[in-house]
């Protein structure tokens, strides 16, 4: 087997992981899997180090974070300026979503796990970037807050307030389905 | 919204964590791979000299450096010559005839230049108050446009 067949194995391993860091980073399809061809051509050049390396997952995401937080930095006044354009009331946060949550044949009939997942998913999706950047780096990239505020490049205050308003964004979206309320 | 206990709170923020860490990858588009191969082949394909140094090969990277170093010794010792002043009549001389076919281009541009300023000294402040407000105007008015076509399109996108 040749190198590029062996790498093409590797990838087919590793590249949900990877395009799902870059999804939740970014919320864009296109762009997340543009991220993740950038992350798989930089682990072509090191394959021979991560072939067969249990760290090989740990690197490729932390590429893949990094990348994406480059992108971000890249197009960062614009998402910022328009991110604080949209609207912080219940109704503009609630929409397209609402709907979906407070239909009630899902409600009667009680979600699946899957369905649950798959709502919070889109809950989640559905932040504004300046609220959905911050939530996912300290929720599944596991950075304290102190490393994210260095990373965007903002305060530990304004860190700390996003993520809360994150969090109390996806508690009143979930709050419209009694299924998947969280406790 | 009721504020909730900080004990409540922080179990519903741990709840949170623990769901949100349980979400399943999301599958990558079934276009990644095919993707990444084809830009490793056009990569492996492409002759030496195109690729970036770092992948060059090694005899190459070292004529490189040793033509660059030699670039940046001609440049120096010319940098020196210059500065002593024993080429510096012959420079200039040979400027003045390269540059000479722009001189009524130059002269122009000094005619323009000064009938500006005449127009700007004779108007006043008051012209290029009301010309910077009008501009200041006229960009605030893009970026209110701009801002009220992308809340539009976000809009349409997300009902």
């Known amino acids: ?183 | 919204m009721n504020p909730q206990p900080p004990d409540r709170r922080e179990a519903w923020e741990a709840d949170l964590h623990r769901r949100l860490k349980e979400l399943p990858d999301r599958p990558a588009p079934r276009t990644l791979a095919p993707r990444v191969m084809a830009m490793i082949q056009a990569r492996a394909a492409l002759p030496w000299y195109r690729r970036t140094w770092w992948h060059w090969p090694v005899l190459a990277q070292v004529v490189s450096l040793l033509a660059v170093s030699a670039l940046l010794g001609m440049a120096t010792w010319l940098l020196l010559h210059l500065a002593s002043g024993q080429w510096e009549a012959t420079v200039t001389q040979e400027a003045k005839s390269v540059l000479a076919p722009l001189a009524p281009l130059w002269s122009l541009l000094t005619t323009l230049v000064e009938a500006l300023a005449l127009v700007v000294k004779s108007a006043g402040g008051s012209v290029l108050l009301i010309a910077s407000s009008l501009c200041l105007v006229m960009y605030l008015s893009c970026v209110g446009l701009g801002t009220v076509f992308y809340r539009v399109a976000v809009g349409r996108r997300n009902s």
Not at chain 1, 117 to 125: C, G, I, P, S, W
Request: glycine share 8%; net charge negative.
């Open chain 1, 1 to 183: 087997m040749s190198d590029p067949l062996q790498f093409e194995a590797f990838m087919r391993d590793y590249q949900n992981m990877v395009f799902s860091t870059a999804w939740r980073l970014i919320g864009s399809e296109a762009e997340a899997e543009d991220i993740a061809q950038e992350v798989f051509l930089k682990a072509y050049e090191h394959f021979e180090e991560l072939r067969g390396s249990p760290t090989a997952g740990g690197w490729l995401k932390t590429v893949a974070r990094n990348l994406s937080l480059n992108h971000l930095t890249r197009y960062r006044a614009r998402w910022r300026f328009f991110s604080e354009c949209e609207p912080e009331g219940e109704e503009g946060e609630d929409r397209g979503l609402a709907g979906t949550l407070a239909a009630p044949e899902q409600s009667n009939q009680g979600a699946e796990a899957a369905d649950q997942r798959e709502m919070l998913a889109q809950a989640l999706d559905k932040l504004p970037p300046g609220q959905r950047i911050p939530l996912v780096l300290y929720h599944f990239e596991d950075l304290s807050y102190e490393e994210i505020a260095a990373r965007l490049g903002i305060s530990l205050g304004k860190v700390k307030t996003d993520i809360h308003r994150g969090r109390e964004a996806l508690r009143r979206r979930l709050s419209l389905n009694p299924e998947i309320a969280l406790t």
